[in-house]
Structures are given as C-alpha cells and as structure tokens.
C-alpha cells in the first residue's frame, strides 16, 4: 500500500524556520515527481514547491521564492521542505503528493497533480 506521511509541522514565530518531511512506505521515491501543497481554512490548495525524480528540476511558487526549498534524499525515501523566514500567511495544512506521470515538475505544483497524497501537516505562524 502506498503510503506517504508528513511530519516536522507546528508552531512557529514570524521570521523562524521549520523543516517538514515526507516519508515514503510501500514504493520507493526514485521514479516520482514530488510535490509539497498547502491549503489553508477558507482557501483553495496551493502548490509551493514540486520537484522532479532526478532532482534536476524544481518549481517554486512566487509566494515562496528565496525563502523555501526543497530536496530529497531517495536513499532515505524522504523529501523535505526547508522552510525559512516564516510569514503569518504560510499558515495552512501542508501535504505532499507523488505521482510518477509527471514531465514537468511546473505542472505538478500548478495543476495540483498527485497520485498520492499524504494526510498532512499543520503549519501555524504567528506571534
């Protein structure tokens, strides 16, 4: 059974730094295009950030540029989201999703494309 768990979310001051995680369990993460989405209450889902099998190619949205990253390590199954210098406005549930159909880590993050998704991760800033 495929399976995908996030982990790392909780509370944090505006200006601080979390790490999320995304493990893998039932299939490897070598052949899947990843993609880290939030929705926060009221708002649709957004895609913050996808990234390519290979990790050759990422995608960013513009709300997040220079501030987000994000990365894998297939050796451990996991993708992670490094994220820094928090605003109130990146509250939200953040999930990741996998889908090995991906050509175009863009599309992943702008379609909202995903396979399979995880349950997801509560992410709260504020003061």
């Known amino acids: 059974q495929l399976q995908l768990v996030e982990s790392g979310g909780g509370w944090v001051q505006p200006g601080g730094s979390l790490r999320l995680s995304c493990a893998a369990s039932?299939?490897?993460?070598?052949?899947?295009?990843i993609g880290w989405f939030r929705q926060a209450p009221g708002k649709e889902r957004e895609g913050v950030s996808c990234i390519s099998s290979s990790a050759g190619s990422t995608y960013y949205a513009d709300s997040v540029k220079g501030r987000f990253t994000i990365s894998r390590d297939n050796a451990k199954n996991t993708v992670y989201l490094q994220m820094n210098s928090l605003k109130p406005e990146d509250t939200a549930v953040y999930y990741c999703?996998?889908?090995?159909?991906?050509?175009?880590?863009?599309?992943?993050?702008?379609?909202?494309?995903?396979?399979?998704w995880g349950q997801g991760t509560q992410v709260t800033v504020s003061s």
């Open positions: 039932g299939f490897t993460l070598d052949s899947y295009a």
């Open positions: 999703a996998a889908d090995r159909r991906i050509t175009a880590v863009q599309h992943m993050c702008v379609w909202k494309i995903g396979g399979s």
